[in-house]
């Protein structure tokens, strides 16, 4: 079984990497159209961007649509209510950010028509906002660089470390993307994690380039002998983060574990479609010039 899939990857292996290829390109676009349509990369949570954030406790569920509906009559602002619960599944309140820096017209509203046990009200300024912003958007740049030159170092050969920058760029593109696509306002707990994903991201193509480029056998056989260890390892962090984002009643770390999570994803097919391929070609190319 395992030589029939040798076999097939050793033909397909082109076809592979043009779908990780096709991902990529998806990415960009779909980060592209959203520039073009808003005049912005992300969409940014109210501490990248200014505003108020209103935690409610309540001792009754609530309709969050509704109460959602009903603000958005009363301001011109930009409203977004969610609900956080247990990790049974019970509501246990719900999360108001507004744009707006006064948020007192949110805390009479629920006063005066629902059940409240406790409300908590938060307001960051839009400039402190957009110093966030630029501080966490050169801290993920700063950790990108020191993290391809660290590569760089280890294996002291250009084309493969590249090939490894470029697939750490491809899982950060992938989560980045599905932020968009699923109108998730990226917030500072958010760019924690694609500064985490920098890490999580390149240990599975460093195993790989170290299997491929430093031990004997052939190409084929080697990318194989690291693709048991390397999908286990990403699998159980997969799974890790998939139920830290079910469990948590937490809006932090959901948006940490939904980062976390979609960047694994994606580290599938860019470290064993893409880098292979790329690994591949590199390396039996260097051994027919050895030959020739």
């Known amino acids: 079984m395992k030589q029939k899939v040798m076999d097939f990857y050793e033909k397909h292996y082109r076809k592979?990497?043009?779908?990780?290829?096709a991902i990529f390109v998806l990415c960009i676009a779909v980060i592209a159209v959203h520039h073009i349509k808003t005049g912005e990369f992300i969409?940014?949570?109210?501490?990248?961007?200014?505003?108020?954030l209103v935690t409610v406790q309540l001792n009754t569920p609530v309709d969050v649509d509704a109460i959602q509906n009903e603000?958005?009559?009363?301001?011109?602002?930009?409203?977004?209510?969610?609900?956080?619960?247990?990790?049974?599944?019970?509501?246990?309140?719900?999360?108001?950010?507004?744009?707006?820096?006064?948020?007192?017209f949110i805390k009479d509203f629920l006063n005066k028509n629902h059940d409240v046990k406790t409300i908590n009200i938060e307001t960051i300024g839009p400039s402190l906002g957009e110093s966030f912003?630029?501080?966490?958007?050169?801290?993920?740049?700063?950790?990108?660089?020191?993290?391809a030159l660290v590569v760089l170092i280890y294996f002291r050969l250009l084309v493969p470390s590249g090939y490894i920058v470029l697939c750490a760029l491809g899982d950060i593109l992938f989560p980045w993307a599905m932020l968009l696509l699923l109108n998730v306002k990226l917030s500072t707990a958010g760019?924690?994690?694609?500064l985490?994903?920098?890490?999580?991201?390149?240990?599975?193509?460093?195993?790989?380039?170290?299997?491929?480029?430093?031990?004997?056998?052939?190409?084929t056989e080697k990318i194989f002998g690291a693709f048991s260890t390397g999908v286990i390892m990403t699998l159980a962090a997969m799974a890790a983060t998939g139920i830290a984002?079910?469990?948590?009643?937490?809006?932090?770390?959901?948006?940490?574990?939904?980062?976390?999570?979609?960047?694994?994803?994606?580290?599938?097919?860019?470290?064993?479609?893409?880098?292979?391929?790329?690994?591949?070609?590199?390396?039996?190319?260097?051994k027919e010039q050895q030959n020739g």
């Open 196 to 219: 985490m994903l920098i890490g999580y991201s390149v240990d599975t193509d460093i195993l790989l380039t170290t299997r491929v480029i430093k031990r004997q056998g052939t190409t």
């Open 133 to 147: 912003f630029k501080q966490a958007i050169i801290s993920v740049i700063i950790a990108f660089i020191l993290m």
């Open 71 to 104: 603000l958005r009559k009363i301001t011109p602002e930009d409203i977004t209510v969610k609900e956080f619960s247990s990790s049974a599944g019970a509501q246990l309140g719900i999360i108001i950010e507004t744009t707006s820096q006064d948020a007192t």
């Open 245 to 286: 984002y079910l469990t948590t009643p937490s809006e932090v770390l959901k948006q940490i574990m939904m980062i976390l999570f979609f960047g694994l994803v994606a580290d599938l097919w860019n470290t064993w479609f893409l880098n292979t391929a790329l690994l591949k070609s590199y390396v039996d190319r260097k």
């Open 16 to 21: 592979l990497m043009l779908i990780s290829i």
């Open 43 to 52: 969409e940014k949570g109210i501490t990248l961007k200014g505003g108020s």
């Open 191 to 194: 760019v924690a994690a694609l």
